[in-house]
Nanobody, 118 residues
Framework: QVQLVESGGGLVQPGGSLRLSCVVS????????MSWYRQAPGKERELVAT????????NYADSVKGRFTISRDNAKNTVYLQMNLLKTEDTAVYYC???????????WGQGTQVTVSS
C-alpha cells in the first residue's frame, strides 16, 4: 500500500506564499510521476502541476504559471508545491497524486486546505 500525506496548507492573505509538501511512503517514489491537483467548492478537480520521475520535466496549468513551482526530493520521498503571489481564486483543497509503473494503481493524498483571503 502506498500512502501520500500532504501538509502545509492554511490561511494566507492575497499576495502571500505557502509551500505544500507531500511525503510518499514507498521507496519506489523515484519512479513515480507526481502531480498536484486542486478542487474548489462547486468545481471539478483540476490539474495544477506535474513533475516527471527524474524531476527534469514540469508542467503547469496556465492559471498558475509563473507563480507556482513544483519540485521533488527523491532522497526524502517528498514532492513540493511552492505557491507565490496567491490569489483568492487559488482557494481550494490541494491533493497530491502519484503514478508509477511499479504501483498497482494511481494514489491520492487526503488533501490539504488552502484558503486565500484578506
Amino acid at each position: 500500500q502506498v500512502q501520500l500525506v500532504e501538509s502545509g496548507g492554511g490561511l494566507v492573505q492575497p499576495g502571500g506564499s505557502l509551500r505544500l509538501s507531500c511525503v510518499v511512503s514507498r521507496f519506489t517514489f523515484s519512479s513515480a510521476a507526481m502531480s498536484w491537483y486542486r478542487q474548489a467548492p462547486g468545481k471539478e478537480r483540476e490539474l495544477v502541476a506535474t513533475i516527471a520521475a527524474t524531476g527534469g520535466s514540469t508542467n503547469y496549468a496556465d492559471s498558475v504559471k509563473g507563480r507556482f513551482t513544483i519540485s521533488r526530493d527523491n532522497a526524502k520521498n517528498t514532492v513540493y508545491l511552492q505557491m507565490n503571489l496567491l490569489k483568492t481564486e487559488d482557494t481550494a483543497v490541494y491533493y497530491c497524486h502519484g503514478r508509477s509503473p511499479f504501483w498497482s494503481r494511481d494514489y491520492w493524498g487526503q488533501g490539504t486546505q488552502v484558503t486565500v483571503s484578506s
